[in-house]
């Protein structure tokens, strides 16, 4: 049961060392350095550097010192019930979607804790139409392991509930 576990803890290692690495090559050997700086890469798809001072949405904007530091504290308390979470769960498709969130929450709050902002950079687009905000690979992971989680709490039945008995 424990070997189940470190696949959540490996995941979260995972997501965590992919957002760093591309954070790294998209502001150094990239080159993307100024707020704003874009590189094309596909019609719907570009590189574009933005210092995210909030969080989803530009919500909780960061401006000042104490902001920056109430909001590393509140997003390490969301990543530490992650954590317990991923140790106390029984279902090991829900761990692993609680590794996603933990890796992008601890990607996240190192750049908060290193540069003041959450570098993003992932800019999908239609034309003039962004279904998204600039985004990085932590916010990709956090929200794909919390859909994942949604969906298996809504449309996954445990299979441990007891089941009818017709006979009776």
């Known amino acids: 049961?424990?070997?189940?576990?470190?696949?959540?803890?490996?995941?979260?290692?995972?997501?965590?060392?992919?957002?760093?690495?591309?954070?790294?090559?998209?502001?150094?050997?990239?080159?993307?350095?100024?707020?704003?700086?874009?590189?094309?890469?596909?019609?719907?798809?570009?590189?574009?550097?933005?210092?995210?001072?909030?969080?989803?949405?530009?919500?909780?904007?960061?401006?000042?010192?104490?902001?920056?530091w109430a909001l590393v504290a509140v997003t390490a308390a969301i990543a530490l019930s992650m954590l317990v979470w991923i140790l106390r769960e029984p279902r090991h498709g829900d761990r692993l979607a609680l590794g996603l969130v933990l890796g992008g929450a601890v990607g996240n709050i190192l750049d908060r804790i290193r540069l003041g902002y959450v570098v993003d950079f992932a800019d999908l687009h239609f034309g003039a139409f962004r279904p998204f905000l600039v985004f990085n690979i932590a916010d990709a992971a956090i929200s794909i392991g919390v859909v994942i989680l949604l969906v298996r709490a809504f449309l996954m039945r445990d299979d441990k509930a007891p089941k009818e008995n017709i006979n009776a």
């Open 1 to 68: 049961m424990q070997a189940n576990r470190a696949y959540a803890f490996l995941v979260a290692g995972i997501t965590f060392l992919l957002d760093q690495l591309s954070k790294w090559w998209v502001t150094g050997p990239m080159g993307l350095t100024i707020e704003g700086d874009q590189r094309y890469v596909l019609p719907i798809f570009n590189f574009t550097l933005t210092h995210n001072l909030g969080i989803s949405l530009g919500l909780f904007r960061a401006d000042s010192d104490a902001a920056r």
